[in-house]
């Protein structure tokens, strides 16, 4: 007779070395000595000075093989993306001259951003050049997307593609924004006007964390209710109501 418990227990244990792998691998990697401008529209600037300082999550949060998996899923999805709009006819420059991706600086390289491209040319739809931002949802965030549209859904994306729009000097021109979802393949698409408030807004963001940073200060919490649903989700929700 087939051991059904034994097979499981074979399954499981494949899969648990696949996520100790993947976890020692990203243990391995230099972690970044900046903010990344991407979380700049987060609206806890504690929550920033956490990621700026490196500040280990909570027992049990953080990326474990699963959610490492997640962000593999969306680099795969991000280069079959660009392929797919190359091939519709879209000049997309994902590097510059040098061959990096395209990259700016805030605050003596405390603050860098990186976009995954811009459109140079293409079908008449548009106007060129343009900023491209791309992320991968599951159905249930993608359907969200969709029905509300970026700013509403996502003040951090929105605020990512208006910071890049900006400091990448494409604010004369709707950005791009793409999203796919990961069950189905459909492809959302939103083009995004500069948003000058926004953007400034997020700047801003970035000089009250950094200063605060090198000052030795902790910015307020976004709230005092350990309950509030933001924070009960937050990685650092014990660390920071502990302070």
């Excluded at 970044?32 to 909570?58: M, T």
């Excluded at 079908?123 to 029905?147: H, T, V």
């Amino acid at each position: 007779m087939i051991d059904l418990n034994s097979i499981t227990r074979k399954q499981n244990a494949i899969v648990e070395l696949i996520d100790k792998a993947l976890t020692a691998k990203n243990k391995k990697t230099a972690p970044r000595n900046y903010l990344g401008a991407s979380l700049l529209g987060e609206e806890c600037l504690r929550k920033l000075q956490f990621h700026f300082f490196h500040v280990p999550p909570d027992e049990g949060k953080g990326f474990d093989g699963r959610i490492l998996r997640i962000f593999e899923r969306g680099n795969d999805s991000e280069r079959r993306m660009i392929a797919n709009l190359r091939l519709a006819g879209f000049d997309l420059r994902t590097t510059g001259k040098n061959g990096r991706q395209f990259e700016f600086s805030l605050l003596d390289g405390k603050i860098k951003g990186h976009s995954d491209g811009v459109l140079v040319a293409g079908p008449q739809m548009m106007q060129y050049p343009a900023l491209w931002e791309n992320k991968c949802l599951g159905s249930k965030y993608w359907k969200q997307l969709e029905k509300e549209r970026l700013k509403k859904f996502s003040p951090v994306y929105y605020g990512q593609v208006q910071i890049y729009m900006a400091y990448f000097d494409l604010a004369d021109i709707p950005a791009l924004f793409t999203a796919v979802n990961a069950d189905t393949e459909e492809i959302y698409t939103e083009l995004v006007p500069f948003d000058a408030e926004t953007a400034q807004k997020v700047s801003d963001n970035a000089v009250t964390v950094i200063k605060a940073c090198e000052a030795g200060e902790i910015l307020p919490r976004l709230t005092d209710d350990p309950t509030f649903f933001k924070c009960r989700w937050c990685d650092w929700h014990d660390r920071c109501f502990a302070l």
